[in-house]
């Protein structure tokens, strides 16, 4: 009778250390196949190191109180930049330049200067233009806020 008591503990303390190592088995693999996702979407292209970003783009966006005003950015190597804004028909033009700064995601750049604070999607040949919270703008007008490549930096 002890003997299959003995028995019976023994057996269930097995089969209990193996359930117990296939849980901490299946979690490792979960653990290394979630690293490994993290890991695939760091290393894999990005705007930043898959895309020939530096160059000349234009847009005319929109203007409270104007036609619109026409913009120029210029996105060089060595990120920096430099950007034109005409606001037509008031005959003003504003110039700034400064540094251009990758979100650790390598999609997003944000341009800082003196006159210009502004965060910006990289895309095949375009920049897309976000609002303060770094999200796509949105609505009938979203498209104006698309700046087009129109050269390569030389």
Known sequence: MKSSVL???????SLSACNQTKK?????????????????????????????????????????????????ITLKNDNTFSIVSEYINKNTKVEDSGKVMWHDNGSVVHLTGKETNIKLKVGENKLI??????????????????????????
Request: aromatic share 6%.
């Open 7 to 13: 028995f019976i503990c023994l057996a269930a303390l």
């Open 24 to 72: 901490e088995n299946q979690q490792v693999v979960e653990s290394d196949s979630s690293d490994h996702a993290t890991m695939v979407a760091d290393t894999v292209h990005t705007s930043q190191n898959s895309l020939d970003w530096p160059g000349k783009y234009e847009a005319t966006i929109p203007c409270a109180d104007c036609e619109g005003i026409k913009t120029n």
């Open 129 to 154: 233009g976000l609002d303060q919270e770094g999200k796509e703008i949105e609505g009938p007008n979203a498209h104006l806020y698309v700046y087009n490549k129109v050269e390569g930096e030389k």
